[in-house]
Structure formats: C-alpha cells, structure tokens
C-alpha cells in the first residue's frame, strides 16, 4: 500500500496543531514555525504549549528544527497545556495534508522527545503507529497511548498551508 491510498484508508485529509489564539496574529505572518526559527528569529510567541523542560528536549534531541503536529484534533499533550495554563485561549490549526509530500518530515510513535520514541521517515510510518488503536479503539488507555503520535515537519509551514482554524474546547 502506497502512503497516499494509507491515509486515504483512515481518511486522513488534514493535520492539526494547537497553539493559543494570542498566536494567531504571528502564525498568519511567519507561518508555523519550528522552535529553532522563533529563537534565531526572535519571532514574538504570546504563549507556548510546551514548556521549557520540552523545548530542552526537542533541543537536545534536535527536534527544535520542527514543527510538531498531530493526525487528530484532540492530541493529549493539549490538555496537559490547558491544564497547566500554557494556553488560555485554544485553537486547532488545520493544515493541508499535502505538507507531508512537499518537506522533509518524520513521524513519531508518542510525544517526540519522549525517552521510548520511535522515529522514522514518514514512509515508514506502518511500522511504528497504530491507526487502528489511534482511531477506532474502545479501550481508552490504548487510544490515548496511540494519540500521542507527532508528525514532524522540518523548518516551517507557510501560512497557505493553514486550511482552518477552529475553537478549542
């Protein structure tokens, strides 16, 4: 199965990012832009959803050169970030699906800098993520696991690739 007829199967059109609506402004103007280009840039962040003890990671893993996403809208990591008062004013960005054939991307099977993660080349993504236990599992521990998956695009995303932006919950 080619990667194309892969996410057609779990119909998969877009990807998402969530950051706070203060962000917005920025993203319109730079587009999403990995870590590495905001501190080199000083480009302006209202608020981060990560904190600083990620950012350390993604640094020391060399995965600040980044931009983290996920294949749902509901990915775990942007509770924790409401939770801990990282984001007050969620929003989802919806990114066109075609960023993943345009740049250099990975996947990961959980957050990215985590110690256990696996990460590999997008075309590999059969072998370390679980669709069917990210999508379709009943049991909530297994799906929360399998939600936890990044996909990572290198540099940037420009901002026509921003397809919709929605409230988060």
Known sequence: MNFQ??????????LYHFTDRSNL????????????????????VSRFGANSDSHYMDIIKGLDKFV??????????????????SIIEPIWLEIDISIIFEQ?????????????AKIVDVDKIFNV???????YSHDFNQRKEARKAEIMVY???????????????
């Open 5 to 14: 007829d892969f996410l057609d199967k779990y119909n998969i059109k877009s």
């Open 25 to 44: 402004h920025t993203i319109q103007k730079y587009g999403l832009q990995s870590l590495n280009n905001i501190m080199n840039k000083k480009i302006p």
């Open 68 to 85: 983290h996403l996920s294949f749902i809208p509901d990915h775990p990591m942007y509770y924790i970030a409401k939770y801990r008062g």
């Open 104 to 116: 250099y991307t990975i996947v990961s099977n959980q957050i990215a800098n985590a110690r256990e």
């Open 129 to 135: 993520i679980d669709f069917d236990k990210m999508l």
């Open 155 to 169: 540099d940037f995303i420009p901002a026509n690739k921003i397809i919709g932006v929605h409230n988060g919950k």
